[in-house]
Protein backbone atom coordinates (compact mmCIF):
# COMPACT_ATOMS: atom_id res chain seq x y z
CA UNK A 1 0.00 0.00 0.00
CA UNK A 2 1.77 3.50 -1.02
CA UNK A 3 -0.76 6.48 0.30
CA UNK A 4 0.69 10.02 -0.03
CA UNK A 5 -0.38 13.02 2.02
CA UNK A 6 -1.01 16.13 0.39
CA UNK A 7 -1.12 18.61 2.92
CA UNK A 8 -0.50 22.28 3.74
CA UNK A 9 -2.23 25.48 5.42
CA UNK A 10 -5.54 26.71 4.20
CA UNK A 11 -5.64 27.90 0.99
CA UNK A 12 -2.30 26.93 0.30
CA UNK A 13 -2.78 25.15 -3.04
CA UNK A 14 -4.08 21.43 -1.51
CA UNK A 15 -6.75 20.90 -4.18
CA UNK A 16 -4.89 22.27 -7.32
CA UNK A 17 -1.87 20.45 -6.47
CA UNK A 18 -4.12 17.39 -6.20
CA UNK A 19 -5.72 17.84 -9.74
CA UNK A 20 -2.28 18.35 -11.16
CA UNK A 21 -1.55 14.74 -9.29
CA UNK A 22 -4.83 13.34 -11.15
CA UNK A 23 -3.93 14.31 -14.47
CA UNK A 24 -0.32 12.71 -13.95
CA UNK A 25 -2.38 9.58 -13.71
CA UNK A 26 -2.60 9.40 -9.73
CA UNK A 27 -5.60 8.47 -8.05
CA UNK A 28 -6.62 10.83 -5.26
CA UNK A 29 -9.13 11.53 -2.80
CA UNK A 30 -9.52 14.94 -0.64
CA UNK A 31 -10.04 14.46 3.30
CA UNK A 32 -12.25 17.57 3.27
CA UNK A 33 -14.84 16.31 1.09
CA UNK A 34 -14.66 12.49 2.43
CA UNK A 35 -15.76 14.59 5.94
CA UNK A 36 -18.15 16.39 3.91
CA UNK A 37 -19.97 12.65 2.99
CA UNK A 38 -19.60 11.45 6.34
CA UNK A 39 -22.17 14.45 7.42
CA UNK A 40 -25.09 13.16 4.78
CA UNK A 41 -28.09 12.37 6.45
CA UNK A 42 -28.81 8.95 7.93
CA UNK A 43 -25.05 8.68 8.84
CA UNK A 44 -24.31 7.95 12.30
CA UNK A 45 -22.40 11.36 12.47
CA UNK A 46 -24.90 13.10 11.27
CA UNK A 47 -27.05 11.94 14.25
CA UNK A 48 -24.29 12.38 16.60
CA UNK A 49 -24.00 16.17 15.94
CA UNK A 50 -27.88 16.57 16.25
CA UNK A 51 -27.55 14.98 19.44
CA UNK A 52 -24.89 17.33 20.40
CA UNK A 53 -25.84 20.80 19.35
CA UNK A 54 -29.87 20.32 18.32
CA UNK A 55 -31.30 21.43 15.68
CA UNK A 56 -29.24 24.86 15.01
CA UNK A 57 -26.84 22.73 13.14
CA UNK A 58 -29.33 21.93 10.73
CA UNK A 59 -31.05 23.79 6.97
CA UNK A 60 -34.20 23.67 6.52
CA UNK A 61 -33.74 20.74 4.01
CA UNK A 62 -32.51 18.66 6.90
CA UNK A 63 -28.96 18.91 6.02
CA UNK A 64 -26.04 19.37 8.15
CA UNK A 65 -25.05 23.19 7.97
CA UNK A 66 -21.07 23.38 7.79
CA UNK A 67 -21.43 27.18 8.00
CA UNK A 68 -23.31 26.94 11.45
CA UNK A 69 -20.78 23.87 12.57
CA UNK A 70 -18.18 26.09 12.03
CA UNK A 71 -18.99 28.74 13.90
CA UNK A 72 -19.52 26.48 16.90
CA UNK A 73 -16.19 24.88 16.46
CA UNK A 74 -14.08 27.48 15.90
CA UNK A 75 -15.14 29.59 18.61
CA UNK A 76 -14.75 26.73 21.50
CA UNK A 77 -12.23 24.86 21.58
CA UNK A 78 -14.15 22.40 23.57
CA UNK A 79 -16.27 21.68 20.91
CA UNK A 80 -13.59 21.46 18.14
CA UNK A 81 -11.73 18.83 20.22
CA UNK A 82 -15.23 17.10 20.51
CA UNK A 83 -15.64 17.12 16.29
CA UNK A 84 -12.54 16.13 16.04
CA UNK A 85 -12.90 12.99 18.32
CA UNK A 86 -15.79 11.55 16.59
CA UNK A 87 -14.57 12.75 12.76
CA UNK A 88 -10.76 11.82 12.24
CA UNK A 89 -11.07 8.85 13.09
CA UNK A 90 -13.53 7.71 10.74
CA UNK A 91 -12.19 9.43 8.37
CA UNK A 92 -8.66 7.83 8.75
CA UNK A 93 -10.37 4.72 8.84
CA UNK A 94 -11.70 5.45 5.14
CA UNK A 95 -8.38 6.94 3.43
CA UNK A 96 -6.58 3.65 4.70
CA UNK A 97 -9.23 1.39 3.16
CA UNK A 98 -9.39 3.75 -0.09
CA UNK A 99 -5.09 2.96 -0.20
CA UNK A 100 -5.18 -0.06 0.39
CA UNK A 101 -6.51 -1.04 -2.90
CA UNK A 102 -5.26 2.01 -5.14
CA UNK A 103 -2.33 1.43 -7.28
CA UNK A 104 0.29 2.39 -7.43
CA UNK A 105 -0.76 4.99 -4.88
CA UNK A 106 -3.07 7.10 -3.21
CA UNK A 107 -2.67 10.79 -3.27
CA UNK A 108 -4.85 11.95 -0.43
CA UNK A 109 -4.94 16.12 0.64
CA UNK A 110 -5.26 15.98 4.54
CA UNK A 111 -4.96 19.16 5.71
CA UNK A 112 -4.69 18.00 9.37
CA UNK A 113 -1.79 15.44 8.84
CA UNK A 114 0.34 16.92 11.59
CA UNK A 115 -1.46 18.29 14.25
CA UNK A 116 -3.56 14.77 14.12
CA UNK A 117 -0.26 12.66 14.18
CA UNK A 118 -1.29 10.73 10.93
CA UNK A 119 2.28 11.26 9.66
CA UNK A 120 3.39 7.23 10.30
CA UNK A 121 -0.21 6.19 8.53
CA UNK A 122 2.07 7.87 5.24
CA UNK A 123 4.77 6.06 2.40
CA UNK A 124 5.06 9.84 2.08
CA UNK A 125 4.40 13.37 2.60
CA UNK A 126 3.84 16.37 0.35
CA UNK A 127 3.24 19.95 1.81
CA UNK A 128 2.24 22.55 -0.14
CA UNK A 129 3.51 26.14 0.59
CA UNK A 130 2.32 29.80 0.02
CA UNK A 131 3.40 33.19 1.50
CA UNK A 132 1.03 34.17 4.13
CA UNK A 133 -0.31 37.79 2.05
CA UNK A 134 -1.15 35.16 -0.88
CA UNK A 135 -2.69 33.12 1.60
CA UNK A 136 -4.96 35.49 3.13
CA UNK A 137 -5.97 36.97 -0.24
CA UNK A 138 -7.04 33.81 -1.50
CA UNK A 139 -9.28 33.24 1.58
CA UNK A 140 -10.82 36.33 1.39
CA UNK A 141 -12.06 35.35 -2.15
CA UNK A 142 -13.99 32.69 -0.75
CA UNK A 143 -16.05 35.51 1.38
CA UNK A 144 -14.17 35.05 4.84
CA UNK A 145 -13.33 38.38 6.71
CA UNK A 146 -10.42 38.08 8.68
CA UNK A 147 -12.11 37.01 11.99
CA UNK A 148 -12.57 33.51 9.86
CA UNK A 149 -9.26 33.45 8.45
CA UNK A 150 -7.54 33.76 11.74
CA UNK A 151 -9.30 31.71 13.90
CA UNK A 152 -9.05 28.82 11.55
CA UNK A 153 -5.14 29.64 10.72
CA UNK A 154 -4.58 29.38 14.28
CA UNK A 155 -5.97 25.62 14.83
CA UNK A 156 -3.12 24.56 12.49
CA UNK A 157 0.52 24.41 12.66
CA UNK A 158 1.58 27.23 10.28
CA UNK A 159 2.71 26.13 6.98
CA UNK A 160 6.72 26.72 7.59
CA UNK A 161 6.44 23.79 9.86
CA UNK A 162 4.36 21.56 7.51
CA UNK A 163 6.83 22.02 5.26
CA UNK A 164 9.77 21.62 7.31
CA UNK A 165 8.12 18.17 8.84
CA UNK A 166 7.33 17.27 4.88
CA UNK A 167 9.29 14.83 2.51
CA UNK A 168 8.57 17.18 -0.39
CA UNK A 169 7.44 20.61 -0.78
CA UNK A 170 5.79 22.25 -3.22
CA UNK A 171 5.23 25.95 -3.79
CA UNK A 172 2.24 27.67 -4.91
CA UNK A 173 2.38 31.53 -5.67
CA UNK A 174 4.22 30.33 -9.03
CA UNK A 175 3.34 30.68 -12.54
CA UNK A 176 0.51 27.96 -13.05
CA UNK A 177 3.40 26.29 -15.66
CA UNK A 178 5.74 25.88 -13.09
CA UNK A 179 3.19 24.60 -10.82
CA UNK A 180 2.50 21.95 -12.76
CA UNK A 181 6.15 20.94 -13.66
CA UNK A 182 6.90 21.12 -9.68
CA UNK A 183 3.57 18.76 -9.46
CA UNK A 184 4.80 16.45 -12.53
CA UNK A 185 8.85 15.99 -10.81
CA UNK A 186 7.32 15.00 -7.60
CA UNK A 187 5.06 12.81 -8.90
CA UNK A 188 7.84 11.18 -10.56
CA UNK A 189 10.05 11.39 -7.35
CA UNK A 190 7.28 9.57 -5.13
CA UNK A 191 6.39 6.88 -8.19
CA UNK A 192 10.47 6.33 -7.72
CA UNK A 193 10.57 6.15 -4.23
CA UNK A 194 7.29 3.37 -4.23
CA UNK A 195 9.25 1.37 -6.44
CA UNK A 196 12.37 1.60 -4.37
CA UNK A 197 10.32 0.55 -1.29
CA UNK A 198 8.58 -2.36 -2.79
CA UNK A 199 11.80 -3.82 -4.24
CA UNK A 200 13.82 -3.50 -0.94
C1 LIG B 1 -15.94 22.81 10.53
C2 LIG B 1 -16.46 22.37 9.17
C3 LIG B 1 -17.91 21.92 9.28
C4 LIG B 1 -16.38 23.60 8.22
O1 LIG B 1 -16.78 23.22 6.92
P1 LIG B 1 -16.34 24.12 5.65
O2 LIG B 1 -17.09 23.60 4.46
O3 LIG B 1 -16.48 25.57 6.00
O4 LIG B 1 -14.80 23.89 5.48
P2 LIG B 1 -14.01 22.62 4.84
O5 LIG B 1 -14.51 21.36 5.47
O6 LIG B 1 -14.04 22.69 3.36
O7 LIG B 1 -12.54 22.87 5.39
C5 LIG B 1 -11.77 23.98 4.89
C6 LIG B 1 -10.49 24.05 5.66
O8 LIG B 1 -10.75 24.42 7.03
C7 LIG B 1 -9.72 23.85 7.83
N1 LIG B 1 -10.32 22.99 8.88
C8 LIG B 1 -11.36 22.14 8.78
N2 LIG B 1 -11.56 21.48 9.93
C9 LIG B 1 -10.60 21.91 10.77
C10 LIG B 1 -10.26 21.58 12.10
N3 LIG B 1 -10.95 20.63 12.77
N4 LIG B 1 -9.21 22.20 12.66
C11 LIG B 1 -8.50 23.13 11.98
N5 LIG B 1 -8.77 23.49 10.71
C12 LIG B 1 -9.80 22.88 10.12
C13 LIG B 1 -8.87 22.98 6.90
O9 LIG B 1 -7.73 23.69 6.49
C14 LIG B 1 -9.77 22.73 5.72
O10 LIG B 1 -9.04 22.46 4.53
C15 LIG B 1 -15.61 21.21 8.58
O11 LIG B 1 -14.35 21.70 8.18
C16 LIG B 1 -15.41 20.07 9.57
O12 LIG B 1 -16.30 19.30 9.77
N6 LIG B 1 -14.19 19.97 10.19
C17 LIG B 1 -13.91 18.94 11.15
C18 LIG B 1 -13.30 17.75 10.48
C19 LIG B 1 -11.89 18.00 10.06
O13 LIG B 1 -10.98 18.07 10.88
N7 LIG B 1 -11.68 18.12 8.75
C20 LIG B 1 -10.37 18.32 8.18
C21 LIG B 1 -9.95 17.12 7.37
S1 LIG B 1 -9.44 15.77 8.36
N1 LIG C 1 -0.18 29.03 -8.94
C1 LIG C 1 -1.36 29.60 -8.71
N2 LIG C 1 -1.70 30.76 -9.33
C2 LIG C 1 -2.89 31.39 -9.08
N3 LIG C 1 -3.84 30.90 -8.23
C3 LIG C 1 -3.56 29.74 -7.60
C4 LIG C 1 -2.33 29.03 -7.81
N4 LIG C 1 -2.37 27.91 -7.04
C5 LIG C 1 -3.55 27.92 -6.40
N5 LIG C 1 -4.27 29.01 -6.74
C6 LIG C 1 -5.62 29.38 -6.27
O1 LIG C 1 -5.62 29.46 -4.86
C7 LIG C 1 -6.90 29.12 -4.34
C8 LIG C 1 -6.71 28.11 -3.22
O2 LIG C 1 -6.27 26.89 -3.79
P1 LIG C 1 -6.86 25.49 -3.31
O3 LIG C 1 -8.35 25.53 -3.27
O4 LIG C 1 -6.20 24.47 -4.17
O5 LIG C 1 -6.28 25.46 -1.83
P2 LIG C 1 -6.51 24.38 -0.68
O6 LIG C 1 -5.20 24.24 0.01
O7 LIG C 1 -7.12 23.15 -1.24
O8 LIG C 1 -7.54 25.14 0.25
P3 LIG C 1 -8.45 24.57 1.47
O9 LIG C 1 -7.57 23.76 2.33
O10 LIG C 1 -8.89 25.77 2.19
O11 LIG C 1 -9.57 23.83 0.83
C9 LIG C 1 -7.72 28.58 -5.52
O12 LIG C 1 -8.60 29.59 -5.95
C10 LIG C 1 -6.65 28.30 -6.59
O13 LIG C 1 -7.16 28.45 -7.90
Request: charged share 20%; proline share 4%; hydrophobic share 40%.
Amino acid sequence: MMLVAVTGGIGAGKTTVLEQFARCGAQVADADALVHRLYEPGSDLHAALIERWGERVLSAAGQLSRPAIAEIVFSDPAELQWLNGVVHPRVRQLITDMAAVARPALFCAIPLLFESGWESDMSCTVAVWCDPVTQRQRLSRRGWDEREMTRRISQQLSMDEKLRRSDYGIVSNCSWDLLAEQCQLVYQRVLERSCAQQNA
